[in-house]
Each structure stands twice: as structure tokens, then as C-alpha cells.
């Protein structure tokens, strides 16, 4: 299913970022594990591979700071499958994570920017 | 701080739901994948590859998110802790001979250490006490000599090297006008005095400078006990008076509680001036000694040089008879400790290389066994286990045995030192201050720390060298057995056997000593005496008539009381010790040079007292009733005397010039010779000493010595009605069997002599544990080429001569090398040691041979486990 062959092309995911995007996926609605792993690949153009060694113990964290809750149920395809879903408080959390991200990659940008393009 | 929580919700309730759970997840994930390729058209089989090779290893994903629900750090602690202690369950046997091991020695140690802290190395519980010196005067050989007022005043007020300096001595009082007569305790000191010890007054005040002066008033300072004890305390005892010797002394202050200055408690504290006046001569000696505090960057050496100068110009100054006396001192911590001194170092050395030899049989063991449990490693580390993780896993384990071991030992050292104190002899400095303190805490816990990782680190030494191939490829053969190893577990329990021939021997000799100390004669028959000591006050017997006609009317008294066999009276009772001894001369013999006139005690003896003490006669007479004043002074002198100075002729009709030939002194002539009496107890040298007869020397201080027909403690009653009949304001100082009295005198080496033998026993245990476990091993280690040999056609007793030599060797070795040692060590107890001499050679040879016994008996069980190899089925199984 892989569509970049040379994985070191992939970008790698920052500390702490992975759970956003936990958060992220699951605002569409809950979600199984390998749906959250799906959602990140296809929304980042697959620019980022979610490996699994770090994916469920992300899962494990969120779930123990009560930021997501999980359930098993059936999927469409009839499987059983744990599905997670946001907590009020994850919801919280993932907005106040997406405006602090949102101030960092535009203050990154602003250092980054080659001179006289970023405003005076 | 929530996750946190979570955690610990899960660590003490859903062990197993997480798990579970986790794994259903992932196999319900990766077929949700599967499910997925399927859809795209990929064949079965192909789906279910791409799938799991896209998801990645399910064992390790699953343990990283299981490893999210725990404490990092704290899980792999409590692991190692689970292993270790499940370790411990696996070789029961093992680990209870490793923890009694440790137990025995740390146990011994932390009780011992205790006594040893308090008596010796605890700090005087004074400010800067560890610069207090204790003075006197020297003379030749004779050191620690009274310091006499006006070279005390001098030293005072002319050195350059002390802070402080206060003269002390010790004197008894009887107290009346309060209740029952009372026998008191004083010291008499300068008001530096109170400063060197850093006491401050709960009441009232100390002594001043205006107190130092000779001829000041009579004042007292009460002791706080005798405050409390004897006064109730009472606040209003400023305004009273003491009556002492019939004298009355005005109560300025009391001290507070606190510590008895050199182990003697006292009642109060009188002014030193007191007693002492500026015209006396200077060599006029009492019993002062002095208390200095070193100037903070003086060597005791150079201080006692200061003294010796301001001697020196003294004697240019005001010539005399003492013009060769210089000063002498000794650190305080030092003086106080005294003679016991070696005997705790003996017992503290002893238990040392008892710590030694546990750890080494400790070492050992642990060694053995992870020889054996190498391939457990070599399996471990093939399956991934880190080295570090090992490693660390090994430490902890032996830090839990230690530690556990540690704890056990503690509570013995607690245990075995309530014991030491109940059985301790009286007379040992400070013994009040022992108990398991904080200091003897962190010592044990160091010694257990140490012990822990010492053991811990051999076998890591081991564990990280072993070769997984030859470790797997052993197979049968449990265990490894490199020479390195070899070399270094054999002189383990080589070492063991040295030490424990070492502390054998000791033991040895010091028992041999206690039994020659019990059976030597003490010069007398003490049984069925009762002796009776007192002390007369001077201000009601002013004159020798007085003091005389007392204790005339007193045995007169003692012949009467029904029971009473033979009466006698004595200056210096047996075992009192030394009651004084002084220079002394023979006219007629070579003039010995200065530093060279002999020293004697000198004793006064009533009429009877030879005949009542059975001290036997060699020579002329004893004291008659016509020895008296007016009458030529006589003496009677020991053996000793006699035999060193008229060999081959009667000592009897010479003459002793006391004082010796330069000093004044009046002349006796000798009428007899008697037996040496051990006057200083039991398992002593004999002394010289010289008796003069009571009528022409009569001293306040006397004791009665009364042989009674049946057991001497009845007639106690009717001794005390008579002594009150004849003066009741007159306590008795004592009065006890004499018997009694001698025997406690060996207390001391009786103690030292059951102490070194219990640790004789343990090392005897301790090292045939040790022996038995490495032969157990060797045997563990050589099944197979037992088996191999048997097989090839070698006999039963082939296995056992070739098993016996190692074992033979070992022991050999080690107790060649105990030998040597044990007559180096020798040397070290010839003060301990009586009546034999500490280079004993039968009890050398005594000692190898226990030892060997011992040894051998260690080695028993595993050579004969040797013997009963079974080698068609080891060979089957190799």
C-alpha cells in the first residue's frame, strides 16, 4: 500500500505531535487504530508514516490522561474493532493544541523566511 | 499527574485486562488491514503477508504500549527484586547460609563496634575534648606521679602551650548532720576546672579565681545526683552548709547532670586551695593530678617540653631532692579508657576478621553459584537480554540477600549487646553510653552496602565473560570452572582457614591464661574472710593514739563475735591494688644510680593479719604486740624482696631505708619474710611489697579481715552492730567475702576469654561452611569426569584419594599459612595473655589441629557425594 518507496524521504513526526494528530483524526468521529493510522498517511499526503510502535502507545497515553475513550464495536465490514472517540476534554486539549502549533509553524516561518520577504 | 494515576489504578487492579485487551486490538487491527488489501484485489494469502509485514512486529508493539501503563525505572526495580527474591526461594538452602552468614558477622560487628565507639572512639563529651591532656609528674621510668602544688602553680602560670589548666584530685569525706553518716565522694579542684569540662552551674555558682588561692574558704559545689539523690533537690540548699569530717562547708551552687569525670562519680566539688599552702616544699606530693587544654596548635609533645623547661629552671631556681622529676601526660580519651584498651581492641580485631571470613564465604558461595547458573545467563543473553540488564539484576539480587542479611544482623547486634552490657565486668569506662547509635547504624549499613556489592561484583566479573557457545555447549556439565576462578575461590577459604586458625589460637591462649589466673594461688585462703573497710575520719581521730585505740577495740570486739575464728586488719586489702608505692633502698647493697632506686608497695599490717589471711611465713617472725611505738622500727617484706635482693642468704636483720638512698626516709629492719600476695587480684605478677607493723604506722584507713568457722556473710550483722556501737557517726566503706572480691577480679578476662571463644566458634562454623561449599562445587563442577574416570575403571577410593588431594591441599595451605600467622599475630596478645607465654606451641599446634578437624569435616559430605557419583546415568545425560 505504500506509496513513497524510500521511507527516509517521509518526514518524521515531532515529539509530541502524534497525539494532535490522534486528536485530530478523531474529530471526524470515533475511530479504530489502524483508521487513525490511515487517516494521518492519506491527510499528510503521505508525508508521514505512522508506525505502530509508537501509535498505540500514543493511544495508551491519551487514553490514561482521559483525553479519548475507548469501545469495542462493529465495524462496517462486520469486524469487531476498538473504536476510540474525543473526550470533552480531549476536544479542549486538540483545540489549545491547535492554536499553540498554529503560532509555532507561523513563528517558524517568520525566522525562516529569507530576508526582506517577511514583513518589516 | 493523571496519567500518573491511571497508572497506579492499573498497577494495583487490572493486571491482566490490558493485556488482553491489547492483543485482541492488534489482531483485530491487522485483519481490518488484510480486510483492506482484499478489497483492493490482492490475493489471500499475499493480503495477509503485506499486511503483517506492513504492521510490524505484534509482540513488540504490544509490549511498548503495555510498557505505557508502568513506572519505567520502578518496574525493572521491582522486576529485579521479584527475580532476586524468587532467586533466593529457588536455593533455599543457599540463601539461608548466605543470610545466617552475614547475620553472624554483621550482627557481631554492629555490637561489638558499639562498645568499642563508646568506650574508645566516641569524643569526651566535653568542648574541644579532644585536645584535653591529663598531666603528671615523671620520674625516670615512673610516669604519672602526683604533681606537687608549687610545680602546678608554676606550670600554670609560666607555659606557653595550654589554653586552661586545672589541678584535681579525688577525696573522701563522711557527711553527718544529715540523717545516717554518710561515706562521700569529692574532688577538689581549680575553677578551670569547670571550664575544661564546659559545666555551668544550675544553681548558684562555681568556683572563682578567689577559690584557687591556698587557705581560701570552705565552699562546695553539689553534683547534680547527689543534689537530687541525697538533698531532694532542693532549691533552698544555697543558703546551707555541708558537714564533712566535722568541718562545715557553705553550698555556693550545683552542677548540672552530665557525665562523671573519668569515670568516677562524685557528691561535690571543694575548692583546691583549700587544702594546699604556698609554703609547702615542692616535692611535697598529695594525689593532684592535672587538666590541660592544648592550645589549638600544639602538639601534645611540644607542650609537654613547655613543662619540662619551666621543671628544669625551677630546679636551677629552688634546688632539691625532685630536681630530675619532668612532666607526663597522656590525651584524656586515652587515660580514661585505661586498661581496657586492648582487650576491646582484641575483640574488635576479632570480629573484624570474622566480617572477613563471612564475607569470604559469602563471596564464594555466590561465586559457586553462578559458575553454575552461567548457562541461565548465556540462555538470557541469547534472547536478548542487555548486559547491563544482567548485570544489574545480579547486584540487586545480592544487595537484597546483604540487605536482609544486614537487617537480621542488626537486631542480633542489638540482642547480642543488651547481653554484652548484663555481662559485662564492671569497671569498663563509659559502658553507660553504649547503645546502637546512629554512627553504629551507618557503620553496619556500610559494611552491608560493601558486603552487598563486593559479593555482587564477583560473579558480575564472571557473568560478563561467559561464552554463550562453550556455556551451551557444556550441556551437561552445570557449571564452568576456569583456572581464574579456581585460583581465586581456593584462596578465599585458604584465607578463611588462616584467620580462623588465627582467632583459634587466640582464643587458646586466652583460656589457657584464665585458667592459669584461676588456679594460681592468690597467697592467702580467701574463703570464709569477710572483710570490713573503713576510713576514719580525721577531725573526730586527730591523732594516731585516737585512730590506734579505735581499731585495737574494734578486732578486740571482732575475736568476740561467736563465729569469728581469727581477726586481723590491713592498710591494703587484696585485690585493692596499688594503695601507694614509694622508692626504697637496702643499706649494705650497691647504691642503685637515680633513675634506677626500686619502687615497692608499702602496706601496714595489725597483729593477726598473716596469721588470719594464711599468708605463709618463710622467714623470721611476724608483727607482735611489741612492734610498737618507741620500740625500733621493723618490716616484714614478700618474697619477691627477699629473692631479689639476698638470694642465698636470710633477708631477716638487714635493713630498707624507705625513700630510697636520696631522699629522707627512716630506716626498719626486716624480722621476716612472708608469701607473695597477689594484691592487684588475680592473674597478676607479683610486686614487691613491704608491711610495717600498724602501731608504728597507724593509718586511718584499715580493713578487718575477719575468718569466720561457717559462711562468712553471717556474721555481716553482728560486725555492723559493733562498728556502730564503737562510733555511730563511722560508714562502712565495704564489706564483702573475700572471696567474692578475688574472683571479680578475672571478671574482665573472663569476659575477653568468653567473647573470643564464641567468635573462635563462629569462625570454626563459618569456615567449614566455607570449605563444604567450595569442595561441594569442585565436586558439582567435576560429575562428569568423575563419571568418566569411573567408567574408564578407576575405583571408589581412586575418586576419593583424587577428590582428598584437592581438599588435603587446601587445607594444608591454609593452615601453614595460619600458622605463620597466628605466631605473628602472638605477639600482639602478650598483654592478655598469664601464665604461659603467648608463643605457646602446644596450643599452636592444638589450634592446627581443630582446625583441621573442622576442615575435614566441612569437606566430608562433598567427597563422599563424590564417591557416590552415579556414572552410567551422567554419562547418559552428557
Redesign the interface.
Known amino acids: 500500500?505504500?506509496t513513497v518507496d524510500n521511507l527516509s524521504e517521509r518526514l518524521e513526526l515531532l515529539q509530541g505531535t502524534l497525539e494532535v494528530l490522534i486528536l485530530r483524526s478523531l474529530q471526524m468521529g470515533p475511530n479504530?487504530?489502524?483508521?487513525i493510522g490511515q487517516f494521518i498517511e492519506h491527510h499528510s499526503g503521505s508525508e508521514f508514516l505512522v508506525?505502530?510502535?509508537s501509535l498505540?502507545?500514543a493511544?495508551?497515553?491519551l487514553?490514561?490522561?482521559?483525553w479519548i475513550t475507548a469501545q469495542w464495536k462493529t465495524?462496517p465490514?462486520s469486524?469487531?474493532?476498538?473504536y476510540y472517540r474525543l473526550t470533552a476534554l480531549g476536544r479542549k486539549q486538540l483545540l489549545a493544541a491547535t492554536s499553540k502549533w498554529e503560532r509555532f509553524v507561523e513563528a517558524m516561518g517568520r525566522v525562516l523566511a529569507p530576508k526582506g520577504v517577511g514583513r518589516a | 499527574m493523571r496519567e500518573w494515576w491511571a497508572k497506579l489504578r492499573y498497577a494495583l487492579t487490572g493486571r491482566r485486562a490490558i493485556p488482553d485487551d491489547l492483543a485482541a486490538e492488534i489482531q483485530s487491527n491487522l485483519e481490518l488491514e488484510t480486510d483492506d488489501h482484499l478489497a483492493r484485489g490482492i490475493p489471500a494469502d499475499q493480503a495477509r503477508n503485506q499486511a503483517r509485514r506492513h504492521f510490524g512486529n505484534p509482540t513488540l508493539i504490544k509490549e511498548r504500549a503495555q510498557e505505557a501503563w508502568t513506572f519505567p525505572r520502578f518496574a525493572t526495580l521491582l522486576q529485579d527484586l521479584r527475580y532476586g527474591l524468587r532467586g533466593i526461594l529457588k536455593s533455599p538452602g543457599y540463601s539461608l547460609v548466605v543470610i545466617l552468614t552475614l547475620t553472624l558477622g554483621i550482627g557481631a560487628n554492629s555490637a561489638i563496634f558499639s562498645v568499642v565507639d563508646a568506650v574508645l572512639l566516641k569524643p569526651l563529651p566535653y568542648p574541644d575534648a579532644e585536645r584535653l591532656v591529663w598531666l603528671g609528674e615523671s620520674h625516670g621510668k615512673v610516669e604519672g606521679i602526683s604533681v606537687t602544688w608549687g610545680n602546678y602553680r608554676a606550670w600554670k602560670k609560666y607555659n606557653h602551650t595550654f589554653g586552661d589548666m586545672a589541678g584535681y584530685q579525688w577525696n573522701q569525706f563522711t557527711l553527718t548532720g544529715r540523717g545516717e553518716p554518710l561515706f562521700t565522694r569529692a574532688i577538689q579542684v581549680d575553677n578551670a576546672f569547670f571550664r575544661l569540662v564546659g559545666a555551668k552551674p544550675v544553681l548558684g555558682r562555681v568556683f572563682t579565681a578567689e577559690e584557687d588561692r591556698a587557705g581560701t574558704q570552705r565552699t562546695a559545689v553539689l553534683d547534680y545526683k547527689f543534689w537530687i539523690n541525697k538533698l531532694g533537690g532542693d532549691r533552698g540548699v544555697l543558703s546551707g552548709t555541708l558537714d564533712l569530717n566535722g568541718l562545715s562547708y557553705r553550698i555556693i551552687g550545683v552542677l548540672p547532670p552530665g557525665p562523671d569525670f573519668h569515670n568516677m562519680a562524685v557528691d561535690f566539688y571543694l575548692p583546691m586551695g583549700l587544702f594546699r599552702s604556698d609554703s609547702e616544699p615542692r616535692t611535697q606530693h598529695g594525689s593532684m593530678r592535672v587538666l590541660g587544654r592544648l592550645r589549638s596548635d600544639v602538639t601534645l609533645a611540644t607542650a609537654l617540653g613547655d613543662l619540662d623547661q619551666i621543671m628544669q629552671r625551677l630546679a636551677r631556681e629552688d634546688p632539691g631532692t625532685e630536681d630530675d622529676h619532668r612532666s607526663a601526660g597522656k590525651f584524656l580519651i586515652d587515660e580514661t579508657a585505661g586498661d581496657v584498651r586492648p582487650i576491646l581492641w582484641l575483640l574488635m580485631g576479632a570480629v573484624g576478621l570474622i566480617l572477613l571470613i563471612a564475607c569470604a564465604n559469602v563471596a564464594n558461595l555466590v561465586l559457586a553459584r553462578s559458575a553454575t547458573r552461567s548457562r541461565e545467563i548465556a540462555i538470557r543473553t541469547a534472547i536478548g537480554a542487555g548486559r547491563m540488564r544482567l548485570v544489574r539484576q545480579v547486584l540487586t539480587e545480592n544487595l537484597l540477600v546483604a540487605s536482609i542479611g544486614g537487617a537480621l544482623g542488626l537486631l542480633l547486634g542489638y540482642w547480642a549487646l543488651r547481653a554484652l552490657i548484663l555481662i559485662a565486668p564492671k569497671g569498663i569506662p563509659r559502658l553507660a553510653e553504649v547503645g546502637l547509635d546512629l554512627r553504629v547504624l551507618l557503620f553496619t549499613a556500610g559494611l552491608t552496602i560493601v558486603t552487598g556489592v563486593v559479593v555482587g561484583l564477583a560473579p558480575v566479573l564472571t557473568a560478563g565473560r561467559v561464552d554463550l557457545t562453550s556455556a551451551l555447549n557444556a550441556g551437561g556439565r552445570s557449571g564452568t570452572d576456569t583456572k581464574r576462578e579456581r585460583s581465586f575461590r581456593n584462596a578465599l577459604v585458604i584465607a578463611e582457614i588462616t584467620i580462623t586458625l588465627v582467632l583459634a589460637f587466640s582464643s587458646g591462649l586466652l583460656l589457657r591464661s584464665l585458667i592459669a589466673a584461676q588456679n594460681t594461688s592468690p597467697g592467702f585462703v580467701p574463703a570464709r574472710v569477710l572483710s570490713l573497710e573503713l576510713v576514719l575520719p580525721g577531725a573526730s581521730y586527730q591523732n594516731p593514739q585516737a585512730i590506734q585505740n579505735f581499731y585495737d577495740r574494734l578486732l578486740d570486739g571482732l575475736r568476740t563475735i561467736p563465729g569469728a575464728d581469727e581477726v586481723g586488719a590491713v592498710y591494703c586489702p587484696p585485690p585493692k591494688g596499688d594503695c601507694g608505692d614509694w622508692w626504697y633502698s637496702v643499706l649494705g647493697a650497691p647504691v642503685p644510680a637515680k633513675e634506677d632506686v626500686p619502687l615497692s608497695l608499702f602496706n601496714v599490717a595489725g597483729p593477726g593479719y598473716f596469721e588470719t589471711m594464711k599468708i605463709p611465713l618463710r622467714e623470721g617472725r611476724t608483727f607482735t604486740s611489741a612492734d610498737r611505738t618507741g620500740a625500733p622500727l621493723v618490716a616484714v617484706v614478700n618474697e619477691t624482696i627477699a629473692r631479689q635482693w639476698f638470694p642465698k642468704e636470710s633477708a631477716v636483720g638487714h635493713v630498707i631505708k624507705y625513700g630510697g638512698p636520696y631522699m629522707p626516709g627512716a630506716t626498719f629492719e626486716i624480722v621476716g619474710v612472708v608469701g607473695d600476695v597477689k594484691q592487684e587480684g588475680m592473674g597478676t605478677v607479683p610486686y614487691p611489697e613491704i608491711y610495717r607493723p600498724f602501731a608504728q604506722d597507724p593509718q586511718q584507713a584499715m580493713t578487718a579481715m575477719i575468718r569466720s568457722v561457717g559462711d562468712p556473710n553471717s556474721l555481716a550483722p553482728a560486725v555492723r552492730r559493733l562498728a556502730a556501737s564503737l562510733d555511730h557517726n563511722l560508714p562502712i566503706q565495704r564489706l564483702v567475702p573475700e572471696e567474692s572480691r578475688m574472683a571479680s577480679t578475672l571478671d574482665r578476662r573472663r569476659f575477653a576469654t568468653l567473647l573470643l571463644a564464641i567468635f573462635a566458634g563462629l569462625a570454626l562454623t563459618l569456615s567449614a561452611v566455607g570449605v563444604y561449599g567450595l569442595l561441594n562445587y569442585w565436586v558439582t563442577a567435576r560429575e562428569e569426569e568423575i563419571a568418566i574416570r569411573l567408567a574408564l575403571g578407576a575405583g571408589r577410593s581412586g575418586i576419593l584419594t583424587w577428590a582428598g588431594t584437592a581438599a588435603s591441599k587446601l587445607i594444608a595451605a591454609g593452615v601453614v599459612l595460619g600458622v605463620g600467622a597466628a605466631w605473628a599475630a602472638s605477639n600482639l596478645l602478650d598483654s592478655l595473655v598469664f601464665g604461659i607465654s603467648p608463643r605457646d606451641i602446644t596450643m599452636l599446634s592444638a589450634a592446627a589441629l581443630v582446625v583441621i578437624a573442622i576442615a575435614t569435616f566441612g569437606a566430608a559430605l562433598p567427597l563422599a557425594r563424590a564417591t557416590r557419583v552415579d556414572a552410567a546415568r551422567k554419562l547418559q545425560r552428557a
Open positions: 500500500m505504500s479504530h487504530a489502524y483508521g508506525d505502530n510502535g498505540y502507545p493511544l495508551q497515553r487514553l490514561q490522561r482521559a465495524s465490514n469486524r469487531r474493532a476498538k
